[in-house]
């Protein structure tokens, strides 16, 4: 099992800045990716960034990219989303989630709520 606890949602004023973490304990070791997804009212759950937790490798949503920023601390066994310039679209509820090697995103945090005000 990996367990998944996000935290640093909150409110924000359009073209301002945050920051999520995702800390993961339990079954680690295994760890291929992390992922920050989102979730708005009536829209798709959507993957915002991904991070390979041993060479970094990383992707982004076309709708972030530039603005986001996914990083890790495999010491911590944390990643972060660094959230910039954001706007009134950018709300929604954010989930961490993990693929193990070879296994889709099998385990997701309870989820964060961030709303950008105009």
């Known amino acids: 099992q990996v367990q998944l606890v996000e935290t640093g949602g909150g409110l924000v004023q359009a073209g301002g800045s945050l920051t999520l973490s995702c800390e993961a304990s339990g079954r680690t070791f295994n760890i291929y990716q992390l992922g920050w997804f989102r979730q708005a009212p009536g829209k798709e759950r959507e993957l915002v960034a991904a991070i390979r937790w041993i060479f970094g490798g990383t992707d982004y949503a076309d709708s972030v990219k530039g603005r986001f920023t996914i990083s890790k601390d495999n010491a911590k066994n944390t990643v972060y989303l660094y959230m910039n310039n954001l706007k009134p679209e950018d709300t929604a509820t954010y989930y961490c989630?993990?693929?193990?090697?070879?296994?889709?995103?099998?385990?997701w945090g309870q989820g964060t709520q961030v709303t950008v005000s105009s």
């Open positions: 989630a993990t693929r193990l090697r070879g296994n889709p995103y099998d385990y």
